[in-house]
Nanobody
Framework: QVQLVESGGGLVQAGGSLRLSCVSS????????MGWFRQAPGKEREFVAG????????DYADSVKGRFTISRDNAENTVFLQMNSLKPEDTAVYYC???????????????????????WGQGAQVTVSS
């Protein structure tokens, strides 16, 4: 069982920055691919960024490319989401999630699909004011 706890959310003005953290309680954190998703009021949950278990592969939604950076520290059981140049449309609850490390071909996995993730945190609110 993996428990995930997000922190670092808050209120920021447009153009500002925030850094989200997600700490895992499990000892096997380094064997999971990790992802960040977000859900705005009245909208479906959407993929934001993902990182493979080793950190060698990352992927981003087009809407955040060049502004957000995902990283991980396996020694600290933590995955981060650095968010720069924030926009009001980034306002949402942000969730971290854990997925199996390899796909069916044995390659390190970074999934964009929420249904493929097995464990989820409780979410952190990010509000960007204009």
């Amino acid at each position: 069982q993996v428990q995930l706890v997000e922190s670092g959310g808050g209120l920021v003005q447009a153009g500002g920055s925030l850094r989200l953290s997600c700490v895992s309680s499990g000892r096997t954190f380094s064997t999971y691919a990790m992802g960040w998703f977000r859900q705005a009021p009245g909208k479906e949950r959407e993929f934001v960024a993902g990182i493979s278990w080793s950190g060698s592969s990352t992927d981003y939604a087009d809407s955040v490319k060049g502004r957000f950076t995902i990283s991980r520290d396996n020694a600290e059981n933590t995955v981060f989401l650095q968010m720069n140049s924030l926009k009001p449309e980034d306002t949402a609850v942000y969730y971290c999630a854990a997925d199996i490390p390899y796909d069916s071909s044995g390659l390190e996995k970074v999934s964009l699909a929420a249904y493929e993730y097995d464990y989820w945190g409780q979410g952190a609110q990010v509000t960007v004011s204009s």
